[in-house]
């Protein structure tokens, strides 16, 4: 079994910053991507970005959305991920979730939520105008 917890949400202007944490515990090393999604009231969860690994190759992906303003990484060292949230708009106001997969996913498996078997609890993120 694998544990993630989410931090560093908050509540910001339109324009500024957050980062995300998602600390992994557990089996660890059974993991192969991570994924990061949101919720808003009302809204199904929807993709935001995914990082995937192997031992040679770590590859990226992020909803249209938020490219170019956000970015995703991972220190393996601390068995942490992040997502590093810039300019960020009104619109970016939800729940966000960090989530792992066993396997490393391909581009079309890294939008689904059925293609990740552990899931934090989440955190919430506000922006205001």
């Known amino acids: 079994q694998v544990q993630l917890v989410e931090s560093g949400g908050g509540l910001v202007q339109a324009g500024g910053s957050l980062r995300l944490s998602c600390t992994a515990s557990?089996?660890?090393?059974?993991?192969?991507?991570m994924g990061w999604f949101r919720q808003a009231p009302g809204k199904e969860r929807e993709f935001v970005a995914a990082?995937?690994?192997?031992?040679?190759?770590?590859?990226?992906y992020y909803a249209e959305s938020v490219k170019g303003r956000f970015t995703i990484s991972r220190d393996s060292t601390k068995n942490t991920g992040y997502l590093q949230m810039n300019s960020l708009k009104p619109e970016d106001t939800a729940v966000y979730y960090c989530?792992?997969?066993?396997?490393?996913?391909?581009?079309?498996?890294?939008?689904?939520?059925?293609?990740?078997?552990?899931w934090g609890q989440g955190t919430q993120v506000t922006v205001s105008e």
């Open positions: 557990g089996r660890t090393g059974s993991t192969s991507a």
């Open positions: 989530a792992a997969a066993r396997s490393r996913l391909r581009t079309d498996q890294v939008l689904a939520v059925t293609s990740y078997q552990y």
């Open positions: 990082i995937s690994w192997s031992w040679s190759t770590v590859s990226t």
